[in-house]
């Protein structure tokens, strides 16, 4: 009779352990899961820090741009004291990168590029420019609802050349003498002030 009741508590005992251990097997798993979905998170979280912190980069660029863009236009040129060899294949990459593209836009510019060539400038000052005609094209582009931008780099025995187009609707003849004049703009009604042309010129 000991024996048999000793047996029922073993499996009394194996039954608890069992139930125990499905339950530990049902715990482990419940917690795998939010530690997976907290991992994504995590992830997701330095996803979105990297864009913050690329905004920020944006935006800090665009602060930038428009002080230089007034100390231009204010003294009619820039100081030469700074002044030094660059590369021009260089400063398109930076502006590429930098520039804060929507999305679909980067797709719309295109290189040619046969060569690098050289230059006595300032690379910073070099960058703006191509930041305002980038951004004057991509405006004129999504106002016109077509077109691309094609940046050539033609280097020669003569003049290096680098040539920036767009395919939009292009400029008003009437508007030609006037597109390099201080707060001259086609795109006044978008907010456009007129500064970046007569910067870049």
């Known amino acids: ?34 530690l997976a979905a907290i991992s994504i998170c995590a992830e997701l979280s ?28 204010v003294t ?5 004291t700074d002044f ?16 804060p593209f929507k999305e679909g836009e980067r797709e719309l510019v295109m290189l040619g590029i046969e060569r690098d060539f050289e230059y006595i400038g300032d690379p910073i000052l070099t960058n703006h420019i191509l930041f305002n005609l980038v951004k004057n094209a991509l405006r004129a582009i999504a106002n016109a609802g077509r077109g691309t931008i094609t940046i050539t780099l033609k280097p020669d025995v ?14 008003a003849k009437e508007f030609l003498p006037k597109m390099f004049k201080l707060f001259e703009s086609q795109s006044t009604a978008q907010g456009d002030t007129g500064i970046g042309l007569a910067f870049c010129n």
């Not at 352990?17 to 339950?23: E, G, M, W």
């Not at 187009?165 to 292009?170: E, H, K, L, S």
């Open 1 to 34: 009779m000991a024996k048999i009741i000793l047996n029922d508590g073993l499996k009394s005992i194996n039954q608890e352990v069992q139930i125990v251990a499905t339950l530990a097997s049902s715990i482990a798993h419940e917690v795998r899961n939010y």
């Open 46 to 73: 330095e996803k979105q820090l990297s864009n913050i912190r690329e905004r920020v980069k944006a935006a800090s660029y665009l602060i930038g741009n428009l002080q230089l863009q007034i100390k231009g236009v």
């Open 76 to 80: 009619g040129k820039p100081e030469t």
């Open 84 to 99: 030094k060899r660059c590369s021009i294949v260089k400063n398109v990459e930076e502006i590429l990168e930098q520039y």
């Open 158 to 171: 003569k003049y290096n050349r680098l040539t920036f187009r767009d395919t939009a609707a292009g400029i």
